[in-house]
C-alpha cells in the first residue's frame, strides 16, 4: 500500500524534502518490519511497542501531511496532474490512514493483552515463592 502511495507521489511530482523521506523509511516501512521480528523473540513487549508507536506516527503522520497541512501533499492542493494520479493519491492516502489507524488500534489491543498476561504471570510468582 505504501508503494501504491508512493507512485502516486511519482506521478503527481510530490516530492518529501529529505527529513520526511527519513520519518517515511525509518517509521513508516523499517520500523514496523523490525518490531514483527521482535515478536518472535523473547523482546516480545519492546517488538509490540515499537509496532504501536510506529503505526500511531505513520498515521499521525498521514492525517497531518494529507489532511490538515495546507501543501502539495494535503489532498485539497495537489499539484495540476492526471485526474487518475490525483484520485489514485487521494484514495491512497485514505486507505493508508484506515489501515494505520487499525494497526495502531490492533497494537494498543496488544499491549494491553500483553500486560494482563504479564501481571498474571508476575502475580503467580509471587505466590509460588511466597
Not at 525509518?26 to 504501536?52: C, E, H, K, N, Q
Not at 489514485?88 to 489501515?99: G, K
Not at 500483553?114 to 508476575?122: F, M, P, R
Request: proline share 5%; aromatic share 10%; net charge neutral.
Amino acid at each position: 500500500m505504501a508503494l501504491w502511495h508512493g507512485n502516486a507521489h511519482t506521478a503527481l511530482a510530490i516530492a518529501l524534502p529529505p527529513e520526511k523521506n527519513a520519518f517515511v523509511f525509518i517509521v513508516i516501512l523499517i520500523a514496523p518490519i523490525v518490531a514483527a521480528s521482535l515478536v518472535w523473540t523473547r523482546y516480545v513487549l519492546v517488538g509490540v511497542w515499537m509496532f504501536f508507536l510506529s503505526m500511531l506516527g505513520a498515521m499521525l503522520f498521514g492525517a497531518y501531511h494529507h489532511y490538515i497541512l495546507v501543501s502539495p501533499d494535503n489532498i485539497g492542493h495537489l499539484p495540476h496532474g492526471s485526474p487518475d494520479a490525483q484520485a489514485t493519491f487521494i484514495t491512497s492516502a485514505a486507505a493508508l490512514a484506515l489501515l494505520e489507524l487499525a494497526s495502531a488500534l490492533y497494537g494498543a489491543f496488544r499491549l494491553g493483552a500483553l500486560s494482563v498476561k504479564l501481571d498474571e504471570t508476575s502475580r503467580r510468582d509471587r505466590v509460588t515463592s511466597g
